[in-house]
C-alpha cells in the first residue's frame, strides 16, 4: 500500500488543522493505521491509531482531548484532526500503516508498521 500524506504547515498557537492520509494499491480496511510526528533532533513518536475496521483508537498522552484519528475505508483515506495546537506539536507528520492485524489490534510501536508516507510538515508558531 502506498501511502500520501498532506495538510501541513505554519500555524499559530491555538490554531486547528486536519490532517489527510490517501491510501492506494490495497483495500485500507488490511490496515491498522496511525500518525507519528518525529521533531528535530527526537525520536519519532506515535500520536494516534486506529484499528483496521475502525471504531476503537488510541492517543499519546500529550495529545488526548486534542487530537482526533478518522478512518473512511471506503474512501481509502485517514485523518488527524488538531486542535488546540502548540509549538511543542511542531514535528514532520507521517501517516502509517501495518498489515496482519487482528480487526482491534492497535499498535503503537513505529517498528510494528509496514508501510511509511513521506509525512508532512506541522510548524506551530508562537
Known amino acids: 500500500v502506498q501511502l500520501q500524506a498532506s495538510g501541513g504547515g505554519l500555524m499559530q498557537v491555538g490554531d486547528s488543522r486536519t490532517l489527510a492520509c490517501k491510501a492506494s494499491?490495497?483495500?485500507?480496511?488490511?490496515?491498522?493505521m496511525a500518525w507519528f510526528r518525529q521533531a528535530p533532533g527526537k525520536d519519532r513518536e506515535i500520536v494516534a491509531a486506529?484499528?483496521?475496521?475502525?471504531?476503537?483508537?488510541n492517543y499519546a498522552d500529550a495529545v488526548k482531548g486534542r487530537f482526533y484519528i478518522y478512518r473512511d475505508n471506503g474512501e481509502s483515506t485517514m485523518t488527524l484532526q488538531m486542535k488546540s495546537l502548540k509549538p511543542e506539536d511542531t514535528a514532520r507528520y507521517y501517516c502509517?500503516?501495518?498489515?496482519?492485524?487482528?480487526?482491534?489490534?492497535?499498535?503503537?510501536?513505529?517498528?510494528?508498521?509496514?508501510?511509511w508516507g513521506q509525512g508532512t510538515q506541522v510548524t506551530v508558531s508562537s
Open positions: 494499491g490495497g483495500p485500507l480496511s488490511n490496515y491498522v
Open positions: 486506529v484499528n483496521r475496521i475502525g471504531g476503537r483508537t
Open positions: 502509517a500503516a501495518a498489515g496482519g492485524r487482528t480487526a482491534y489490534a492497535m499498535p503503537m510501536a513505529s517498528n510494528e508498521y509496514d508501510y
